[in-house]
């Protein structure tokens, strides 16, 4: 069992540090870590807040992280060659230093020493490892010269999440003039293949801005239920208008305030992009709807929301673990008319004349969400690119056939990829002539919201 986290800041490097750490050694996702060590940690809210800034900053800017660091070691050795162990104490003060004002640096380099010192074993090894990582965030430190809240990045400058650039004292960043790709990928944390694809595809300027809102702290934001009617004011506490009808910007709420509104339904987190899929649906009153991967059941609740609770909704997914969560979210609302089921037992479930309606949210790339899935820009490969366009294209030809003559049904991803989005339903619609596309959208990341692609079919009556 990890050991108990003490609280305050030094509690939330620590927090953060162990989340890490079982990410790497247990193979599981940065936020089940993060989950695992706040439960064993008598953290607060607000430190579990920073926690978790610090662990998916140091993910989500790892690249860029590693060549400050390499930059700074003796001979510039690469940051690779670092015990696994004492470069991800490196690369969380090296997170704070260079995108955190918050935390003092002289704490960041101390905190971060003393925790090399506890992680090394043997005669002397914390005494070593603990003036290493010193040396190497003091090298850091000087290398900082300041920073500009505008202004675009180059070999000295680093992006912000927040916005501006870092000044740095060297250039440290490839030459973007013998290699724009490379320059890009360093700057913004980002593999070079993804971000050639994407200079291709929506070139320079479109390409910067996504490789830059993939690297922001993302805002929180809320689907309000309109089944509860709350009046206005009703949410006081911090939160404002979101972006749409029906949203909420909740990163100012109270975490007590948002806890309570979480937990009797009348509010769910949701970005504004993911809201788009089901208000094109557009699900009626008494109407007979499908989800077909539903986990873990946000898009299955604004479904039933829209349709005022009149109606009937299946909602399946491929295993037992995938509808668990899915049940508790139904189960919290006290969600009565919904049918769970794992998608081999969906044959039952089908209304004899088929379903009106249909929802196909695919599991995709999540190249739109790279804000929020820190680790997927690590763990996505070009071959995936290849295998999920035809998992996506044998789904939405699943759902197709389960829908009326004269139904509908949407199509949607978090995905900034054409083979994912456009080509899916391009090749579905060359093999199901029956269906015709009526209308869809690819939404690009931006400050206030995540990327994400939609597509309305009908099938003919």
């Given at each position: ?9 030094t ?12 990410a ?114 003091r ?73 830059r ?19 206005p ?59 077909l ?38 189960a ?54 290849e ?44 093999a ?28 003919a009556?």
């Amino acid at each position: 069992m990890v050991p108990a986290v003490s609280r305050g800041v030094t509690g939330a490097r620590e927090a953060a540090l162990r989340a890490l750490e079982r990410a790497a050694d247990e193979r599981v996702f940065l936020r089940e870590a993060l989950h695992a060590v706040f439960a064993e940690s008598s953290l607060d809210v607000r430190d579990r807040a920073l926690a978790t800034q610090l662990a998916t900053g140091a993910v989500r800017h790892r690249r860029t992280l590693r060549c400050v660091l390499s930059h700074v070691r003796d001979k510039g050795a690469p940051a690779s060659r670092i015990q696994p162990s004492l470069l991800a104490i490196l690369e969380l003060g090296a997170f704070q230093l260079l995108f955190l004002e918050r935390v003092p640096d002289y704490a960041a380099v101390s905190e971060a020493a003393e925790a090399a010192r506890r992680a090394s074993r043997g005669p002397g090894a914390g005494r070593k490892a603990a003036g290493f990582v010193n040396g190497v965030l003091r090298g850091v430190g000087r290398l900082i010269v300041g920073r500009r809240p505008e202004g675009r990045p180059a070999r000295d400058a680093l992006p912000h999440p927040e916005g501006g650039v870092v000044l740095l004292g060297a250039a440290v960043l490839p030459d973007p003039e013998a290699d724009r790709v490379a320059f890009l990928g360093a700057a913004y944390s980002m593999p070079d293949w993804l971000v050639g694809r994407w200079l291709q595809t929506y070139g320079v300027v479109a390409a910067e801005g996504m490789l830059r809102w993939s690297n922001r702290r993302p805002r929180t934001f809320a689907r309000a239920n309109p089944m509860f009617h709350l009046a206005p004011g009703e949410h006081a506490g911090g939160a404002v208008p979101g972006p749409r009808a029906g949203c909420l910007d909740i990163s100012g709420l109270d975490p007590a305030r948002l806890e309570s509104l979480l937990a009797d339904g009348s509010l769910t987190i949701q970005d504004p992009s993911a809201m788009a899929a089901v208000e094109a649906l557009a699900p009626k009153p008494g109407e007979t709807v499908i989800d077909l991967c539903a986990s873990p059941g946000t898009k299955t609740t604004q479904i039933l929301e829209a349709m005022g609770g009149q109606g009937r909704i299946v909602a399946c997914d491929r295993t037992p673990e995938k509808l668990q969560p899915l049940r508790r979210a139904l189960a919290a609302r006290g969600v009565v008319g919904a049918t769970i089921c794992l998608a081999d037992d969906l044959a039952a479930a089908v209304p004899p004349s088929g379903f009106d309606a249909a929802l196909v949210d695919v599991p995709c790339s999540n190249t739109g969400v790279l804000a929020r899935r820190v680790e997927a820009r690590w763990r996505l490969r070009p071959e995936d690119l290849e295998e999920l366009p035809r998992i996506q294209g044998e789904l939405l030809a699943k759902a197709a056939g389960l829908v009326r003559p004269g139904g509908r049904l949407v199509y949607s991803t978090c995905s900034l990829e054409p083979e994912e989005n456009a080509g899916v339903v391009a090749a579905f619609e060359r093999a199901h002539p029956e269906w015709r596309l009526t209308a869809s959208e690819q939404v690009l990341p931006a400050a206030d919201r995540d990327g994400a692609f939609w597509a309305l079919l009908v099938r003919a009556g």
